[in-house]
């Protein structure tokens, strides 16, 4: 375990204590770009900045909603998947694509789809006759956009993790189930969704931290925009460092979302432990 925790300790903790350390200084172009011991301001700062909590609160609603579409999108086609059919290995390699496409590429297709007005949907709303939506000019309209870019990058991701555990269920379960007079939705909700949370458990851990910390996606898509309205933490982070030159306070913006990455992950811990008990 020593190499895997030496690894561990230069990737991450380093950088952590780096960025506590620094969420303690200021370092700006009013200090000439030099640390100055500043002991809490940064702090004080956050808990005042209103545009870190829209930000936070935009970031939640975006990840609680794009999670809960990929957990169910995810398990319809990896029950699917999970089925034998012919062509079943082929459809499972194309549904792999999004998920393999780089989140900068996939991020500029969906801009080009959104576009107002020479996007593809826009560009069937005139052959139709009807007036051109500004999917990426419209706040909640941007929002959608941004949901719907992710949903389709990464369901397949968790389609995959979820027929990895389909494929663990031994299907006399099932044989079972049927003789004593069980329907397949009720073995759906019975036997599969049961012995399928800790895949569950799993999904919700890696995509939740993922999309709490997602900036490429909403970098390339809208920029935040319009006027902040799709602005994720960790844009805000990589605005106040690159666009601003203020380090210490970007910071300490970092942190904030760690923390709040860390109310996630417990939060799901005591679910699972709840469940648990209850099971």
């Known amino acids: 375990m020593a190499p895997a925790l030496l690894l561990l300790l230069a990737v991450f903790v380093w950088p952590l204590l780096d960025y506590a350390w620094l969420s303690l200084q200021a370092q700006s172009v009013f200090t000439g770009l030099e640390q100055v011991p500043v002991g809490t301001l940064n702090w004080q700062r956050l808990l005042a900045d209103g545009r870190f909590w829209q930000d936070a609160w935009q970031t ?82 941007a929002w959608l956009a941004t949901v719907v870019a992710d949903v389709w990058k990464t369901t397949p991701f968790v389609a995959l993790l979820l027929l990895a555990g389909l494929q663990m269920i031994p299907h006399d379960l099932y044989e079972a189930f049927a003789l004593e007079g069980g329907t397949p939705w009720q073995g759906l909700w019975r036997i599969t969704v049961p012995l399928l949370r800790p895949y569950i458990f799993i999904v ?73 008990v209850r099971a």
């Open 60 to 141: 939640l609603r975006f990840a609680v909603v794009s999670v809960a579409l990929e957990l169910v999108a995810g398990l319809a086609i990896a029950l699917l998947l999970h089925q034998r059919w012919r062509g079943r290995g082929v459809a499972r390699s194309l549904a792999l694509l999004p998920w393999a496409l780089p989140t900068t590429v996939m991020a500029l297709g969906w801009r080009w789809i959104f576009n107002d007005p020479y996007g593809p949907i826009n560009g069937l709303l005139q052959l139709l006759g009807l007036a051109t939506v500004p999917f990426l000019a419209a706040p909640e309209l």
């Open 204 to 276: 919700l851990l890696f995509r939740l931290a993922q999309a709490l910390g997602v900036f490429d996606l909403i970098a390339v898509l809208t920029g935040g925009g319009p006027a902040s309205s799709t602005e994720s933490l960790a844009v805000y982070a990589y605005l106040n460092a690159m666009r601003f030159l203020d380090f210490g306070y970007s910071a300490t913006v970092m942190l904030g979302m760690f923390l709040l990455l860390l109310a996630g992950a417990a939060a799901l811990l005591l679910w699972r432990r709840h469940t648990e």
